[in-house]
């Protein structure tokens, strides 16, 4: 007679499972909570304490720990020295293994949790026992996944036994399931450890789901989210409306979002190709994106808005009239849902904690044979912030700065701003020197530069932008400063009554 060993956390279709078992003949051992509902509904189960001959121990921290369990499913069955020690034994075969893990990843989500309860949600006898079942595929069935039942007993029905390629495809789930399992586990770890570059480290994401391609249509790709507490990312996100985000949706929507997140004020960030063409702020949500429109009205068509408030019916008409890909706003008024739902392609996104940026992770850059890790890049300011011109901004050129500074620091390098009534006019980005990025900005700015002020990313290691600058009509510049020829720029500056702040802090984003 074949035996199972049924000992589930999640109880899903468990019982509806082991009723097909014993109508197909099998005996079933089981343990704990899973015995209870199995004998609740009328279904002989053998103890676990049958089997290895020693009682439930430690409240249930040692069940399935024993060599009659172990060696019931590790031993070859057509290896002659394996049978004869199984007999002498007196071990008896196990077959099946249907089981799944204490929820720690569900426990370490809760919250107000306690050390000691994630603790005692660390599995230990399941994850033994499902790696044996696993590593001895070949001759046993291990299941952890409630989805798999249904295959199982239509294999079991319809043949009489399961397929090879059906327990290795299962074996490897196991896999799967126990390194992402561990790896939670040592990253809490690592986390109440206050370590964070470990010398290894393993990363847990789950698919949300398969992409219809990459960037490029040649290209396969997958949606994957971080394991944890996803509100206020695009992970998070409730769709209302329109087709499934692509992969470079979901690119350019983080990174409106990732912008977004650095402004209070009533703001919309507009982004096209991974790089901001419009940020704008205002007394209202309305205002803010006329501001962001204004910047580039070329790029944003195509592109992304992100929003920090309500987006109001008289806002959708605006965004209506031009194609836009995504709109991400923290909520919708019931007029605006209709009026931006009209057109059947635009996704319409739904962040409640649109601006929540107290996230503890890394951010990473996959390289050929490696990847590259930092913290993510919060800070905005040092305290020593420093006026090294002989002019210094007035308060409303320094409102001005301190909001061209919030916008560069989230711009592709080598990236310069020019802002003027908290909006951009003119952003130049991703170029390879300084100086052709601020002629970028210059050029897209047109006759709105005069009397704007500019911010960029780096230094400037000549005095070549700053004369550029002036000649435009630039007012004020704020920059990281650390340059061998600062006094160059400071001397252009101050020759062109430039007020000049430095921040001693840069904000390089590639």
Not at 73 to 81: A, F, P, S, Y
Not at 142 to 159: A, C, G, S
Request: charge should be negative.
């Amino acid at each position: 007679m074949k035996r199972a060993l049924i000992s589930v956390w999640d109880k899903t279709g468990i019982v509806e499972f082991s009723k097909k078992l014993k109508e197909l003949g099998w005996e079933i051992i089981s343990t704990g909570g899973t015995k209870k509902i199995l004998e609740d509904a009328d279904i002989d189960v053998i103890d676990i304490s049958e089997v290895t001959g020693f009682p439930e121990a430690f409240d249930g921290r040692v069940k399935t720990l024993h060599p009659n369990i172990h060696g019931g499913l590790l031993h070859i069955r057509d290896n002659k020295e394996h049978v004869k020690t199984l007999e002498e034994l007196d071990i008896k075969p196990i077959d099946l293994v249907v089981n799944n893990l204490y929820p720690f990843k569900e426990t370490i989500s809760k919250e107000n949790v306690t050390h000691e309860e994630i603790i005692e949600n660390i599995d230990i006898g399941g994850p033994s026992m499902i790696r044996a079942a696993a590593k001895n595929y070949k001759y046993v069935t291990v299941v952890v996944d409630p989805m798999d039942y249904e295959i199982i007993i239509d294999e079991l029905e319809r043949k009489g036994e399961v397929s090879l390629e059906t327990r290795k495809s299962l074996a490897s789930k196991v896999f799967e399931y126990t390194s992402n399992y561990d790896s939670l586990i040592s990253n809490y770890f690592n986390q109440i450890n206050n370590i964070d570059f470990p010398e290894t480290i393993t990363l847990t994401f789950e698919n949300k789901r398969n992409l219809r391609y990459g960037e490029n249509p040649h290209q396969k790709a997958a949606f994957y989210s971080e394991v944890g507490d996803n509100s206020g990312t695009i992970t998070g996100v409730k769709q209302l409306h329109g087709k499934e985000l692509s992969f470079n949706n979901i690119n350019d929507a983080n990174g409106a979002l990732e912008i977004l997140k650095e402004f209070e004020e009533p703001t919309v960030v507009a982004v096209k190709h991974a790089n901001p063409c419009g940020i704008g702020s205002g007394k209202n949500i309305l205002e803010a994106y006329k501001k962001a429109y204004e910047s580039d009205k070329v790029s944003i068509f195509g592109g992304i808005i992100a929003a920090n408030k309500q987006v109001d019916e008289e806002m959708a008409k605006l965004v209506n009239s031009i194609f836009i890909e995504v709109i991400i706003a923290p909520s919708y008024t019931e007029e605006a849902v209709k009026v931006l739902s009209s057109k059947k392609n635009i996704r319409i996104l739904e962040l409640k904690d649109i601006m929540k940026n107290d996230y503890k992770s890394y951010d990473m850059k996959k390289v050929l044979g490696g990847l590259l890790i930092q913290e993510r890049d919060t800070s905005l300011l040092k305290e020593d912030i420093k006026v090294v011109t002989e002019r210094k901004p007035t308060e409303s050129e320094m409102e001005e700065l301190l909001f061209a500074w919030k916008a560069v620091k989230n711009v592709k390098s080598n990236s310069v701003v020019l802002v003027k009534d908290k909006g951009t006019i003119g952003i130049g980005m991703g170029q390879t020197n300084r100086i052709w990025a601020v002629e970028q900005a210059i050029e897209h700015g047109g006759e709105k530069v005069r009397g704007s002020v500019l911010a960029s990313d780096g230094f400037f290691p000549f005095g070549d932008s700053i004369k550029a600058l002036a000649k435009a009509g630039v007012t004020a510049v704020i920059q990281p400063g650390g340059s061998i020829r600062d006094e160059e720029s400071i001397k252009a500056a101050d020759e062109n009554n430039i007020a000049m702040v430095f921040t001693h802090m840069r904000h390089f984003k590639h």
